[in-house]
């Protein structure tokens, strides 16, 4: 059975970090993209970050560069997102995401929770 488990979300004051980890199984995990995404209530589920399979190439979204790593350790089965100066508005619910090769399966996390407050 596939499964991607997200774990690492908390509350945090702004300015503070948060490292999520995502944990996969039941496919093959190298050789998949893996993504994060967030949500925040009352607005679309968007792209934050992306690796690539050997994890050399990453993509993110514009408001998280220099702030936000995305990295992976395939003999581990983890996807990583390092959140670093954390604001109010980074409060959402992370998605973790794999995405096979010519999209033959994609498989999603059920998010964990990242709320950033004073």
């Known amino acids: 059975q596939v499964q991607l488990v997200e774990s690492g979300g908390g509350l945090v004051q702004p300015g503070g970090s948060l490292r999520l980890s995502c944990v996969g199984s039941g496919f093959s995990f190298s050789s998949a993209i893996m993504r994060w995404y967030r949500q925040i209530p009352g607005k679309e589920r968007e792209l934050v970050a992306s690796v690539s399979t050997p994890g050399a190439s990453t993509n993110y979204v514009d408001y998280v560069k220099g702030r936000f790593t995305i990295s992976r350790d395939n003999a581990k089965n983890t996807v990583y997102l390092q959140m670093n100066s954390l604001k109010p508005e980074d409060t959402a619910v992370y998605y973790c995401?794999?995405?096979?090769?010519?999209?033959?399966?994609?498989?999603w996390g059920q998010g964990t929770q990242v709320t950033v407050s004073s």
């Open positions: 995401n794999a995405v096979g090769w010519r999209y033959a399966y994609e498989y």
